[in-house]
């Protein structure tokens, strides 16, 4: 029985795909295997090693030859076993690829004896074949898939286990940096509030982390000089970040006993190195990420300061994120994607689209519910998609989603080349 390709699958869906429940009861294990056999029988071969394609005396030998030549498809005659000239008639072969694309390769003899075409086959090697041949004046047809790099997936497996679609289409590649920084309190934003007059404190209204408002009390001091006690307020609305006074302590006089900070609003401090100093400036928009556990948000850069950070060496650009909330936290160290440019491209497929599959760059093609590799040639690329040269066209249905498991349902039929 063939096992899902999708290891956890309940077993409903493990025999869906497998498209078998088992033997039926009553038949033996011995007919079963003998069942797998027949289904992997290789076709005959000749002696040049290419598929034997024979009606009565007459025989036709078809490979594709790809040795010191790109793929093209060659042939030999035969009657009674004997290998005949080239000159003694003719082969044309037809394929028909995944979504009824017709190719036509025509054979012209060869001075070795062989017949081979002058056009490519393209890969992947994956089509039904039909070969049309006149030896001596008798003409002759076989017909026969030969499919590599293909497999069927019902469409309701393939929805449960997240396989998604979606058609190949013209799209932008961003030119992105990606840099890091940190999240830091708005300059002008931080208050320092001290005592008026010395004297023991009396009482603590907040501690560090508290929102406050302006005007609202944070401490009650008793004056040395008047023996009564005054409120400590805030004078600006924010967090408490620090709280230096503690209960029956002295106040002196301008010293600080609390810092808070509006923190409604954070910088992003990002650290730009090399070539990126260049082309980073102001207005260009920045997505931004927190380190510690993947949260994001999108805004623009306000600034690039003018000056070198002194430890680093480097130059800040600054933008600033919204956190009313209280979401971020000063201090964070976040890595930024700043786009500087976006470029049309043609045809584009997501990353996720992307597999390798023997030494190609593949997608997967959807076709009902037959799924088929694609070569594809790859031009330039982002944090997100890819420009995609050759391979597929515009319309095509991608696998955009869990294209890892169609590659391992493929590889595990083990269709490949028929040569």
């Known amino acids: 029985m063939k096992t899902s390709f999708l290891a956890g699958l309940p077993l409903a869906l493990i025999l869906a795909l497998a498209g078998c429940d088992g033997p039926p009861a009553g038949e033996s294990a011995q007919h079963e295997h003998a069942g797998e056999h027949e289904e992997h029988d290789e076709p005959p071969k000749g002696e040049h090693g290419g598929r034997l394609l024979e009606e009565g005396a007459l025989a036709v030998e078809l490979a594709i030859a790809e040795k010191g030549t790109p793929p093209k498809y060659q042939a030999w005659l035969y009657r009674d076993g004997r290998l005949l000239p080239a000159s003694a008639g003719s082969v044309e072969v037809r394929l028909k690829r995944l979504g009824e694309r017709p190719e ?14 002058s056009s490519v086959v393209g890969e992947p090697h994956s089509f039904d074949v039909e070969v049309l041949a006149s030896i001596e004046g008798q003409a002759l047809r076989w017909s026969y898939p030969s499919y590599e790099g293909r497999t ?9 286990a997240g396989i998604r679609v979606a058609p190949a289409g013209p799209g932008e590649i961003a030119d992105a940096h990606e840099v890091q920084g940190l999240l830091t309190p708005v300059e002008g934003r931080i208050a320092k509030v001290m005592a008026r007059f010395p004297g023991p404190i009396r009482r603590l209204a907040v501690d560090v982390g508290d929102r ?3 005007g609202q009390t944070l401490a009650s001091v008793e004056s040395n000089l008047s023996l009564t006690e005054y409120a400590v307020s805030a004078p600006i609305s924010g967090v408490v970040l620090v709280r230096n ?15 808070i900070a509006d923190l409604s609003t954070l910088w992003v401090d990002l650290h730009l190195f090399g070539a990126d100093a260049q082309y980073i400036r102001p207005g260009l928009p920045v997505e931004v990420t927190r380190l510690s556990d993947g949260a994001s948000a999108r805004s623009v850069l306000e600034r690039v ?40 491209a043609a045809l584009v497929v997501p990353l996720a689209a992307l597999q390798s599959f023997r030494d190609w760059q593949v ?14 040639e790859l031009g330039k690329r982002d944090a997100e998609r890819i420009e995609v040269l050759s391979g597929i066209e515009p319309g095509d ?23």
């Not at 006074?245 to 810092?259: D, I, K, R, V």
């Not at 997608?363 to 594809?376: I, L, N, W």
């Open 397 to 419: 249905q991608v696998v955009v989603e869990q294209s890892y498991l169609v590659k391992a349902d493929i590889e595990k039929s083990g269709a490949s080349h028929d040569h």
């Open 104 to 117: 036509n390769h025509r054979l012209e003899a060869r001075a070795d004896g062989s017949l081979m075409a």
């Open 363 to 376: 997608v997967f093609v959807r076709v009902g519910d037959t799924y088929e590799v694609r070569p594809v």
């Open 245 to 259: 006074a503690s209960l029956g302590a002295l106040a002196g006089e301008g010293a600080p006993l609390f810092e």
């Open 212 to 214: 406050v408002r302006a």
């Open 305 to 344: 300061l003018p000056g070198t950070a002194t430890a680093s060496q480097s130059t800040v650009a600054r933008a600033s994120l919204a956190n009313a909330d209280g979401f971020w936290r000063p201090g964070s160290a976040v890595k930024a994607r700043i786009v500087v440019a976006r470029q049309p």
């Open 152 to 160: 069927e997936i019902e469409r309701a497996v393939a929805e449960e």
